[in-house]
């Protein structure tokens, strides 16, 4: 079975700083993994995925993650962190040999950026 | 390229009652999903479809709901005899077969359940 386990509910960061937000998954199979931001009262936008191509993966709005297969990682982060960004941040996974199955969120990190 | 859409975004009811959610996703994907948001938790898997073929069934999904999508287009999601856990933000998504996954996700309709 796989699962995604996100490390802190809440993360708070000023207006600037580095923004690390964290995600370890646990799959038998090679996975496929994402990042989704979802804004208050709204629908989960993608903010960019992992397919095997490269370890390091470039999204939206200055986001990044970098897949790390030793420490079943795939952290989320952005250099300097604007006012904008303050939203749920969701790490997910699903199976690359069965693709187009369903996705397994894990329980979300709420960033807050503070002025 | 119109989006997922998702109707009604709110809706409130008594217990007891039957409610019915509609999804319209992007026109040429294949693959419709519904999933299940309760606060301060992820979405939990509920259901998906290929065409009009209903392939998985979480066992979140009880006989109290159903989902259909007939022509392979809209999908719609049935709660019948609701009950005030089934409140919840409900979510559609939707992909193209062969991609690598990446599912398009709708604003969500709101139940809550009085």
């Known amino acids: 079975a796989q699962s995604v386990t996100q490390l802190g509910s809440h993360v708070s960061v000023s207006e600037g700083a580095l923004v690390l937000l964290r995600c370890n998954y646990s799959?038998?199979?090679?996975?496929?993994l994402f990042w989704y931001v979802q804004y208050p009262n709204q629908g989960l936008q993608l903010l960019l995925k992992y397919t095997s191509a490269a370890t390091l993966v470039k999204g939206i709005n200055g986001f990044e993650a970098e897949f790390k297969k030793s420490e079943t990682s795939f952290h989320l982060t952005k250099p300097s962190a604007h006012m904008s960004d303050a939203a749920e941040y969701f790490c997910a996974v699903s199976d690359q040999a069965n693709r187009d199955d369903k996705i397994i969120f894990g329980k979300g990190t709420r960033l807050h950026i503070l002025p | 390229d119109t989006g997922v859409s998702q109707n009604p975004r709110h809706k409130i009811t008594k217990r007891g009652q039957n409610v019915t959610f509609r999804c319209d996703p992007i026109?040429?994907?294949?693959?419709l999903y519904w999933y299940r948001q309760t606060l301060g938790q992820g979405p939990e898997f509920l259901t998906y479809?290929?065409?009009?073929?209903?392939?998985?069934k979480s066992r979140l999904l009880s006989d109290r709901f159903s989902a259909e999508r007939p022509k392979g287009s809209f999908s719609t999601l049935e709660i019948q005899r609701t009950e005030q856990g089934d409140s919840a933000m409900y979510l559609c998504?939707?992909?193209?077969?062969?991609?690598?996954?990446?599912?398009?996700f709708g604003p969500g309709t709101r139940l809550t359940v009085l």
């Open positions: 799959s038998s199979v090679p996975p496929y």
């Open positions: 026109s040429e994907h294949n693959r």
């Open positions: 998504a939707s992909s193209f077969v062969g991609g690598y996954n990446e599912q398009f």
């Open positions: 479809f290929q065409n009009e073929a209903q392939l998985e």
